[in-house]
């Protein structure tokens, strides 16, 4: 089975259309996204218009979505989070239609792909949402799981490790990427025990220009998407 998986694309709406160009060429039995549409940018409607139309795919809750649709009805979460992450968590609720809103809310936290053994959370299997799983993180406890993959996101780190017959996985950011490299998408080719992590470039000045209208004083947006161009 060739699997592609991507994930933490957060509202960048940039970087998105150009992996799901690169995605679409894939031919790819099924896609699997590992959560985090929500956060930090401001495209995350129009992306979840491409997601919910996107065949063969299947889809987790991240935390900031999670985050995101708790907000809708917590006004001290929605402050805080606009405080923390940026004001994609204030000007998302004006956008998001009714259609997407009960997509995002639908996500489920995790999901396996029986065929070839393949579990999906955003963080951990112990911490399906906040767990983080670092590439030089030690990982000698995922042997005893059931799985023969592990596919997470939420670090925005790629990684691909093995323990015992176990292979854990993480596709780095499509969104936004904190490994000083493009954003980046892993396909997966199950028959073959391969693997291959692929990137993508986009222009960064249109979502810099955004980012620039909308906020005005969380500088770590601007810094983080600069990783990218070193």
């Not at 979460?77 to 940026?86: D, H, S, Y």
């Not at 590439?135 to 670090?155: C, N, Q």
């Amino acid at each position: 089975m060739r699997i592609v998986i991507f994930s933490d694309i957060h509202g960048n709406s940039y970087s998105f259309k150009e992996i799901m160009r690169s995605i679409s060429a894939e031919s790819a039995d099924v896609k699997v996204f590992c959560g985090d549409i929500c956060g930090y940018y401001y495209g995350q409607n129009e992306i979840i218009d491409i997601l919910r139309k996107e065949k063969d795919l299947l889809s987790v809750k991240g935390n900031h979505d999670d985050l995101f649709v708790k907000s809708m009805v917590d006004e001290k979460l929605r402050e805080e989070c606009v405080k923390k992450f940026g004001r994609s968590y204030e000007i998302l609720p004006k956008e998001i239609s009714k259609e997407n809103l009960e997509f995002l809310g639908k996500l489920p936290e995790k999901a396996e792909i029986s065929e070839c053994s393949l579990l999906v959370c955003h963080g951990s299997p112990w911490n399906v949402l906040d767990g983080y799983v670092y590439p030089d993180d030690a990982i000698d406890k995922f042997s005893g799981v059931k799985y023969r993959y592990i596919a997470l996101g939420h670090t925005h780190y790629p990684m691909y490790r093995e323990v015992g017959e176990v292979k854990v996985v993480n596709p780095g950011s499509c969104g936004q990427p904190r490994d000083y490299n493009v954003p980046s998408y892993m396909v997966i080719d199950t028959d073959k025990e391969s693997y291959e992590i692929k990137r993508c470039c986009y222009d960064i000045e249109p979502l810099k220009k955004e980012i620039k209208m909308h906020e005005e004083v969380n500088a770590y947006l601007f810094e983080v998407l600069e990783r990218s161009q070193k």
